[in-house]
């Protein structure tokens, strides 16, 4: 079945960095678009971003333009969120989430246990 761990979450100060991993198995990774997404205190899921299976495609959130990017590396079945220039707006648990084959909207039941992210002085 679809396994999704996220690690690499933690406390950072304003403008810090942290870098999300995520380790997949039991699908074929390559082949499908994966996506981060993200729960705030009190709030909805949101989507982050999302990335092809070959990497050559990447799309964000208008809120993290400029800041985030998203990558994979295939050959270990894992996804990566670098977070830079961090704000208290990000504060929340970090999932990553499968996306399909050929479209790349996430299936929200396939994420994991999330990591939480906490941007705070």
């Known amino acids: 079945q679809v396994q999704l761990v996220e690690s690499g979450g933690g406390l950072v100060q304003p403008g810090g960095s942290l870098r999300l991993s995520c380790t997949a198995s039991g699908f074929t990774f390559s082949l499908h678009w994966m996506n981060w997404v993200r729960q705030a205190p009190g709030k909805g899921l949101e989507w982050v971003s999302h990335i092809s299976g070959t990497g050559t495609s990447t799309r964000y959130v208008d809120s993290v333009k400029g800041r985030f990017t998203i990558s994979r590396a295939n050959a270990k079945n894992t996804l990566y969120l670098q977070m830079n220039s961090l704000k208290p707006e990000d504060t929340a648990v970090y999932y990553c989430?499968?996306?399909?084959?050929?479209?790349?909207?996430?299936?929200?039941?396939?994420r994991g246990q999330g990591t939480q992210v906490t941007v705070s002085s």
């Open positions: 989430a499968r996306g399909g084959r050929i479209r790349p909207e996430p299936d929200f039941g396939s």
